[in-house]
């Protein structure tokens, strides 16, 4: 029965020993330095991974050793070691060195080598200049009368006539509808007398809303001929303001990064890594308001000028720079 327990011993006893070799293995660790929780306590942070430096003591008298420090260490982890927070895989570090272009891995290098990584927080911003694609359009008929019957009729012939004239010369792609209707009694106030009703006043409002802006000076004219006494105003705005929000927010991306080269360029920096960007917002344009329009049997000459789209980016980036 022993002789048979003993072979059986052995592997096991071989199979101990693989495992804690395996276990037992050096590994390189690249990251940066940070504090933790615990009192004293240092952190390696690589990518999604935190390791405890179980002998950071040993590392604390460095120049380099400070926050943000890229840094290469070889060390063995140590599964069986418990902490107070448990934050991060314990690490006893064997030997460790600053990771970084340019600088000395001895520890004894100079504060003029060292290269450190810091923090900056930059904004981007852009204006783009975009060309209205769409004219809003409003005319109202205004008839007045004694009677309110009579003044409601004479308004209701006029404007049938005006929407007519609408649709035909705005064209089959371009939207007529009542935006507004009103019947008022028109009043004559005398000192120390009850108000006085003289007439009625209806106002039939109608808009319209086109994308082919060169019809709506014509458009002006024609409903003026059809009847129409009042043009509340003209809008242009931009419904397809995709490609223009697009260029806009492009353009303050690259002005952030370009703010961060030349930060980390003024501290003697030599690359730039991106960590951050945030869109802050975005400013649809306005629309254009005219108002000042006379309705007159000649051509109505319309301008439409541009509209303003403006974007903010703000940038966080790491720049590796000089050791102060």
Request: glycine residues 8%; without cysteine; charged residues 25%.
């Amino acid at each position: 029965m022993i002789r048979k327990l003993m072979p059986v011993l052995g592997v096991i006893t071989l199979l101990t020993l693989f495992t804690t070799q395996v276990f037992a293995k050096e590994i390189t660790v690249r990251g940066r330095l940070g504090r933790t929780a615990e009192a004293g306590g240092w952190l390696i942070f690589s990518g999604d991974q935190k390791y405890l430096i179980l002998n950071a003591r040993r590392f604390q008298n460095e120049k380099w050793f400070v926050e943000t420090t890229e840094v290469e260490a070889v060390g063995e982890t140590k599964s069986d070691v418990m902490t107070t927070y448990m934050e991060g895989t314990p690490f006893e570090v064997r030997t460790m060195r600053p990771f970084a272009q340019g600088v000395s891995g001895a520890s004894g290098a100079s504060q003029s080598q060292a290269r450190v990584l810091t923090r900056v927080l930059v904004t981007g911003d852009s204006i783009v200049q975009a060309q209205p694609d769409t004219a809003i359009l409003t005319v109202s008929v205004v008839s007045q009368s004694k009677g309110a019957l009579e003044t409601q009729q004479d308004n209701a012939n006029r404007s049938d006539a005006v929407v007519r004239t609408l649709k035909n010369a705005a064209g089959a792609g371009a939207e007529v509808k009542t935006s507004g209707y009103s019947l008022q009694p028109i009043r004559i106030y005398k000192e120390g007398q009850p108000p006085t009703i003289t007439g009625y006043e209806a106002r039939n409002s109608v808009m319209v809303i086109l994308s082919d802006l060169t019809k709506v000076g014509p458009l002006i004219d024609a409903t003026t001929q059809a009847g129409a006494n009042d043009v509340s105003g003209i809008s242009f705005t931009l419904r397809k303001d995709r490609p223009a929000r697009d260029q806009a927010l492009a353009e303050a991306t690259r002005e952030a990064i370009s703010k961060a080269r030349v930060i980390a360029q003024a501290l003697g920096g030599r690359r730039v890594s991106k960590q951050k960007m945030q869109e802050e917002g975005i400013e649809r344009p306005r629309p254009i308001y005219q108002t000042d329009l006379r309705v007159t049997a000649m051509a109505t000459p319309i301008e439409v000028g541009t509209l303003d789209i403006t974007s903010r980016v703000q940038l966080i980036a790491e720049a590796e720079v000089r050791a102060p």
